[in-house]
């Protein structure tokens, strides 16, 4: 496996000192390909963020969504981060130490709301929506939630992993029934 | 303010603008006061300013308008010729391609994600094939890299004289558009004869590039590098320092570097606010760090800047592409992994187990190691990233690419408030936009 830098895999011959990951203002810190990745969980993420954000990471360049329902195991999670069906990513960016960190929030599927980092953030507004549009995750808090990509009569969040991507009936307003 | 409730269906208008009156206040909020960092009060009294409701008109401009640059849909609510409030609607060009990319190889992404910017098709292969790389582990041989580095600075002038082309047509200097397309032109003609193709090329591949430069290429490149920089010198006479000119532009869609990086904008719109953010210099990628250039900046955060940003990083861009003549490495132009590059062709005619690799990489593609990714380059719009979701197999499970234009767009209601109707075309002009990479 390619992937051995996760410091809270216990088969790695790493100094037991880090066996207790790196933390961020809570949030279990990972490396993926040598890029830090920090775990906050739901409830953390705007209190993560608005700390982050007084430290200097000024920009949050985008909000990811990720649907991992064909791959509900995956290795590269901390301990103490419980798996769920969704992501959300955040990329954020530090001018002054020209570094940039990624925040990954599990969001479980039988209630897919994150808060909104809005206020925070006032230019997550467009990929917020987009991640809603696609994804069907909701942000609480956010001013217009509102479909950005797909027609307002869409059905469905075509990027789940769930989505047929096959043929579909045109759905658009007062098309002819599906041929 | 009802959005716990995430999954009710929309219905239709939701995505438009709303006459002021109408308008809750928390939306208010998000189209002017949060960027600025006022209170909610703050900002309904910043924009209400006394205007009665029915003073005020809400006009739609787009999708069909041959100044937003392919479909993009503004509504614009007017008091007379002021523009109050902006919402751009997009989605018009949108055709799922983050779910195409799930459905290809890693081995045919490139194909897929060359179509998103199509003014600057090689970066998006670019960055896709870095996150492959990353995700894959592999070193890429160094005349890969250099010519990765030669057709990015060809393809930035490319885009910027294609910039140069339609801002000059949105504001009236028709001539200004037949240079531009022009010397574009004369640049894809380079780029047509290296990857075979004007445009959408797929010719960066993960592990290097598709084909070794042709016979010649070099002549090709300097006789581009002779031809451009007069031309440039005409369009300073021709516009630069020309008073009309200057008068549209100057104090036009002024932003400050707060509401930039507050927006997340990036890119020239971030460095004609001062703010001197480029990644080639920053975090460079590629070989970006053995070449000398300049990073351009502007001061005063309007249309001129970022026009003459745009000129200038032409400019920048032909140093770039000086010095990788006088550096260009010999060597492989792929990686010598079986596993992730095709073999030449001369091999499949004599060997049994070339024609095997070559049959199961382009059925089946290679396989990559579970694990996530984020990636990104500086392109002619902003920070263009690319974020690579694998699950071990040959397929990625999320695509997804951080374009800068769908970003960058956020900030037209900031441009344009309290300017003049007849400003938005030269803003909007002057975002750049391309409507293939916001909608994707």
Known sequence: MADATTPADPTEAREPEHEPVETLHGAPVTSSRGQRVAHPARDQ???????????????????????????????????????ERFEVVYLLLHHGERARLRLRVQVPESDPVVPSLF?????????????FDMFGIGFEGHPDLTRILMPEDWEGHPLRRDYAIGRIPVQFKGAPAAR | MTTTDHDRGTSQGTQELSAAGQTEAAERLRELGAVLRMSEAESLQ????????????????????????????????????????????????????????????????????????????????????????????VEVPERAVWIRMLMSE??????????????????????????????????????????????????????GVAADLPDGWRDDVLRLLDLIPPRLEEYDTLMTGQPIWRERLQGVGVITAEECLALGTTGPILRSTGVPWDLRRDMPYLAYDQVEFDVVVGTYGDCFDRYAIRLNEIRESMRIVRQVLERMPSGDFRVQDKKVTPPPRARI???????????????????VPEGEVYVAVESPRGELGCYLVSEGGAKPMRMHIRGPSFVNLQTLPHLMHDGLLADAVAIISSVDPIMGEVDR
């Open chain 2, 46 to 137: 910043a924009d209400l300013d006394a205007t009665a409701d029915d003073q005020r008109m809400i006009i739609n401009m787009g999708p069909q308008h041959p100044s937003t640059h392919g479909v993009l849909r503004l509504m614009l609510e007017l008091e007379g010729e002021r523009v109050l409030r902006t919402k751009p609607v997009v989605g018009y060009l949108h055709t799922g391609m983050e779910k195409t990319g799930e459905d290809l190889t890693f081995m045919q992404g490139t194909t897929n994600v060359t179509r998103m910017d199509y003014a600057s098709p090689l970066f998006n292969e670019l960055v896709f094939c870095l996150a492959t790389e990353t995700l894959l582990g």
């Open chain 2, 154 to 207: 060809l393809n930035r002038m490319s885009s910027h004289l294609l910039f140069m082309a339609t801002n000059g047509m949105d504001l009236g200097a028709v001539s200004m558009m037949l240079y531009g397309w022009r010397e574009r032109e004369e640049t894809l003609r380079v780029l047509e004869r290296i990857t075979g193709l004007r445009m959408n090329h797929n010719y960066i591949r993960p592990g």
């Open chain 1, 45 to 83: 993420l705007v209190a993560v963020v608005r700390a982050l954000r007084n430290e200097g990471w000024l920009q949050c360049l985008d909000v990811i969504g990720v649907d991992y329902l064909t791959h509900p195991d995956r290795a590269d999670l901390p301990e103490g981060v419980t798996p």
């Open chain 1, 119 to 131: 206020a925070i953030h006032p230019g997550t507004e467009a990929p917020e929506r987009e991640t």
């Open chain 2, 349 to 367: 005619d004599e060997s049994m187990e070339a024609l095997i690799h070559h049959f199961k990489l382009f059925t089946e593609g290679f396989k």
